[in-house]
């Protein structure tokens, strides 16, 4: 491989999650330079993607807030640090090189080298449950989504939308409010996950012939092998429908999977990484594991005890990133460096920060 083909970097993160997130601002805090990977399309984890309206009460000094809100303050906060997002892949293997460092490479032919890895995955990374029928997976990216894009996109087709999720309801209503859109929204069964509102606007659309709400699941593709062209469903009253469809979102959910890192040779305990808890180092130098993708005895699993592992971790890396320096502890509300990274300005009066 091309030396020009590979970013190098001082820290790759793995998980975009609220722990991750909050990884990378610790990092920078130590001039860390950080990449961030993740199998999601955007930022925020499992907060940000299955409960983003939910609200979360234990967050420090946040009464409450949700998933969503958590996630847009972490990126605020990290942002003077301008981490380098990686989003919608995951890492295929991590090699460790003859100078010590780590050769990453992800599902889309993206390669970093890196002196640290810190795993934030959380209970792994997590993935569009799937429509097993054979031959759609060709039409991915093309034909098949697992996520809502741009609604302009698909004026004038035909959209079948699957699942029963807040997000497969919101996407089906969003496309028949945009205008100039064929939307059936497809699920097993005559009851949903999402939420109640969700529900009555939806059935008010179909009441009014604007979007048509189809039981039953699906069995088969059909496609003239460059293009997908309908999908056979097996409906609830026994009956087999041929639908005529340009574009499939299958929007089911998402399930973890520890998927490559268990390949990887590290220390695993019932599908969790084992770490030294004065470091958060795994059973290999220079990879770190925070938030619940570890174990250690007296683990909870909750997000503020991950944001304490990442510290530990951020000044154990520096160790590794700068040999030889010596690391102090500095605080935010007094260090000069610190308002300097993090672009706080001085009180003109005084010289003292706001």
Same mark, same amino acid.
Request: aromatic share 4%; glycine share 10%.
């Given at each position: 491989m091309a030396t020009d083909d590979v970013i190098e970097t001082d820290a790759v993160i793995i998980g975009a999650g609220p722990v991750g997130l909050f990884q990378a601002f610790q990092l920078g805090l130590l001039e860390i330079r950080a990449h961030i990977i993740d199998a999601l399309p955007h930022p925020g984890g499992q907060p940000a993607e299955l409960y983003p309206d939910k609200p979360i009460y234990?967050?420090?000094?946040?009464p409450a807030c949700t998933g969503q809100e958590l996630t847009d303050a972490l990126l605020k906060q990290v942002r003077p640090f301008a981490p380098t997002f990686h989003l919608g892949q995951t890492v295929s293997c991590v090699e460790r090189q003859d100078d010590d460092r780590f050769l990453i490479s992800t599902s889309r032919q993206i390669s970093l080298l890196t002196r640290t890895v810190f795993i934030a995955a959380g209970v792994g990374a997590f993935e569009p449950r799937r429509l097993k029928l054979d031959g759609l997976e060709n039409f991915e990216g093309s034909q098949l989504f697992f996520f809502p894009r741009?609604?302009?996109?698909?004026?004038?087709?035909?959209?079948? #939308?699957?699942?029963?999720?807040?997000?497969?309801?919101?996407?089906?209503?969003?496309?028949? =409010?945009?205008?100039? #859109?064929?939307?059936?929204?497809?699920?097993?069964?005559?009851?949903?996950?999402?939420g109640t509102d969700l529900q009555s606007q939806m059935r008010a659309l179909c009441s009014q012939?604007?979007?048509r709400l189809l039981i039953g699941q699906a069995t088969?593709?059909?496609? =003239?092998?460059?293009?997908?062209?309908? #999908?056979?469903?097996?409906r609830a009253d026994g009956a087999a429908e041929r639908l005529d469809v340009d574009s499939v979102y299958v929007m089911q959910g998402l399930s973890p999977r520890l998927g490559p890192v268990a390949q990887w040779g590290l220390a695993l305990e019932r599908?969790?990484?084992?770490?030294?808890?004065?470091?958060?180092?795994?059973?290999?130098?220079?990879?770190?594991a925070v938030g619940d993708i570890n174990t250690?005895?007296?683990?909870?699993?909750?997000i503020v005890c991950g944001f304490h592992e990442c510290v530990l971790a951020a000044y154990a890396a520096a160790t590794r990133v700068f040999p030889g320096k010596a690391i102090h502890l500095e605080y935010t509300t007094s260090?000069?460096?610190?308002?300097?990274?993090?672009?706080v300005?001085?009180?003109?009066?005084?010289?003292? #920060?706001p």
């Open positions: 234990d967050i420090p000094a946040v741009l609604a302009e996109h698909e004026i004038g087709r035909r959209v079948l #939308v699957v699942g029963d999720t807040d997000g497969a309801l919101q996407w089906a209503l969003t496309l028949v =409010n945009h205008g100039g #859109v064929d939307v059936t929204l497809m699920h097993r069964r005559d009851v949903f996950q999402s012939g604007r979007m088969a593709c059909e496609s =003239n092998g460059e293009r997908l062209n309908a #999908v056979t469903v097996l599908k969790q990484l084992v770490v030294d808890t004065s470091t958060f180092s795994t059973s290999e130098p220079g990879i770190f250690y005895p007296g683990k909870k699993k909750l260090s000069s460096r610190l308002h300097r990274l993090l672009e300005q001085p009180n003109p009066l005084d010289g003292s #920060v």
